[in-house]
Protein backbone atom coordinates (compact mmCIF):
# COMPACT_ATOMS: atom_id res chain seq x y z
CA UNK A 1 0.00 0.00 0.00
CA UNK A 2 1.35 3.15 -0.98
CA UNK A 3 0.13 6.57 0.56
CA UNK A 4 0.48 9.40 -1.15
CA UNK A 5 -0.53 13.54 0.57
CA UNK A 6 -1.06 16.44 -0.94
CA UNK A 7 -2.95 19.84 -0.20
CA UNK A 8 -0.19 21.48 2.29
CA UNK A 9 1.28 24.87 2.16
CA UNK A 10 1.61 28.12 3.54
CA UNK A 11 -1.71 29.98 4.77
CA UNK A 12 -2.31 32.77 7.13
CA UNK A 13 -3.65 32.39 10.50
CA UNK A 14 -7.45 31.74 10.42
CA UNK A 15 -7.50 29.81 7.27
CA UNK A 16 -7.82 26.44 6.08
CA UNK A 17 -6.57 23.90 4.04
CA UNK A 18 -7.88 20.72 3.15
CA UNK A 19 -5.06 17.33 3.39
CA UNK A 20 -5.58 14.87 0.98
CA UNK A 21 -3.91 11.09 1.33
CA UNK A 22 -4.91 8.33 -1.55
CA UNK A 23 -3.88 4.72 -1.26
CA UNK A 24 -3.10 2.64 -3.95
CA UNK A 25 -4.19 -0.64 -2.35
CA UNK A 26 -6.89 -2.29 -3.73
CA UNK A 27 -8.96 -3.29 -0.49
CA UNK A 28 -8.99 0.40 0.57
CA UNK A 29 -12.43 -0.70 2.47
CA UNK A 30 -10.46 -2.53 4.84
CA UNK A 31 -8.18 0.03 6.28
CA UNK A 32 -8.43 2.52 8.79
CA UNK A 33 -6.63 5.82 8.00
CA UNK A 34 -4.62 7.97 10.63
CA UNK A 35 -3.44 11.49 10.02
CA UNK A 36 -0.40 12.87 12.26
CA UNK A 37 1.82 15.70 12.75
CA UNK A 38 5.48 16.42 13.62
CA UNK A 39 6.51 19.88 14.31
CA UNK A 40 10.27 20.20 14.38
CA UNK A 41 11.56 19.22 17.76
CA UNK A 42 8.85 17.36 18.82
CA UNK A 43 7.46 13.68 18.74
CA UNK A 44 4.77 12.43 16.11
CA UNK A 45 1.28 13.31 17.56
CA UNK A 46 -1.92 11.99 16.72
CA UNK A 47 -4.59 14.29 14.95
CA UNK A 48 -7.29 11.94 13.92
CA UNK A 49 -8.44 8.82 12.60
CA UNK A 50 -11.71 7.33 10.62
CA UNK A 51 -11.75 3.72 10.86
CA UNK A 52 -12.81 1.04 7.61
CA UNK A 53 -16.57 1.49 8.92
CA UNK A 54 -16.70 5.09 8.95
CA UNK A 55 -16.03 5.75 12.85
CA UNK A 56 -13.58 8.79 13.70
CA UNK A 57 -11.36 9.68 16.43
CA UNK A 58 -10.12 13.21 17.20
CA UNK A 59 -6.61 13.92 19.38
CA UNK A 60 -5.58 17.04 21.04
CA UNK A 61 -8.50 19.27 22.12
CA UNK A 62 -6.94 21.98 20.08
CA UNK A 63 -7.90 19.84 17.32
CA UNK A 64 -11.70 19.01 17.77
CA UNK A 65 -13.77 20.84 16.52
CA UNK A 66 -11.77 22.77 13.92
CA UNK A 67 -10.30 19.33 12.17
CA UNK A 68 -12.67 17.04 10.09
CA UNK A 69 -11.55 13.74 8.95
CA UNK A 70 -13.75 11.91 6.01
CA UNK A 71 -13.21 9.33 3.06
CA UNK A 72 -14.19 8.64 -0.07
CA UNK A 73 -13.88 4.43 -0.43
CA UNK A 74 -14.36 5.48 -4.31
CA UNK A 75 -11.78 7.16 -4.73
CA UNK A 76 -9.46 5.83 -1.97
CA UNK A 77 -9.17 8.82 -0.59
CA UNK A 78 -8.75 10.36 3.16
CA UNK A 79 -9.11 13.70 3.70
CA UNK A 80 -8.28 15.88 6.72
CA UNK A 81 -10.07 19.58 6.41
CA UNK A 82 -8.50 21.87 8.80
CA UNK A 83 -10.55 25.26 9.49
CA UNK A 84 -9.52 27.75 11.75
CA UNK A 85 -5.64 27.59 11.39
CA UNK A 86 -3.65 28.62 14.18
CA UNK A 87 0.40 28.79 14.18
CA UNK A 88 0.87 25.94 16.78
CA UNK A 89 -0.41 23.98 13.71
CA UNK A 90 2.62 24.13 11.73
CA UNK A 91 3.80 20.96 11.40
CA UNK A 92 4.25 18.21 8.86
CA UNK A 93 1.27 16.07 8.22
CA UNK A 94 1.59 12.00 7.57
CA UNK A 95 -1.40 9.91 6.76
CA UNK A 96 -0.82 6.52 7.73
CA UNK A 97 -3.11 3.32 7.68
CA UNK A 98 -3.45 -0.04 8.80
CA UNK A 99 -5.56 -2.75 8.00
CA UNK A 100 -9.09 -3.56 9.92
CA UNK A 101 -8.71 -1.25 13.41
CA UNK A 102 -5.54 -0.16 14.75
CA UNK A 103 -4.84 -1.67 18.28
CA UNK A 104 -4.44 1.67 19.85
CA UNK A 105 -5.07 4.62 17.24
CA UNK A 106 -3.27 7.20 18.78
CA UNK A 107 -0.47 5.39 18.31
CA UNK A 108 1.98 5.28 15.19
CA UNK A 109 3.53 2.45 15.87
CA UNK A 110 0.12 0.71 15.25
CA UNK A 111 -0.01 2.01 11.48
CA UNK A 112 1.72 -0.03 9.07
CA UNK A 113 1.79 2.21 6.25
CA UNK A 114 2.65 5.58 6.25
CA UNK A 115 2.68 8.73 3.68
CA UNK A 116 5.97 10.59 2.58
CA UNK A 117 4.33 13.39 4.79
CA UNK A 118 3.16 17.19 3.95
CA UNK A 119 3.96 20.06 5.20
CA UNK A 120 1.79 22.55 7.09
CA UNK A 121 2.74 26.37 7.50
CA UNK A 122 0.46 28.86 9.53
CA UNK A 123 1.15 32.21 9.34
CA UNK A 124 0.55 34.41 12.34
Known amino acids: VQLVESGGGLVQAGGSLRLSCESS????????MGWFRQAPGKEREFVACISWSGGTTYGPNSVKGRFTVSRDNAKKTVYLQMNSLKPEDTAVYYCAADLGLPGRVEDPHSYTFWGQGVQVTVSS
Open 25 to 32: GRTFTSYS
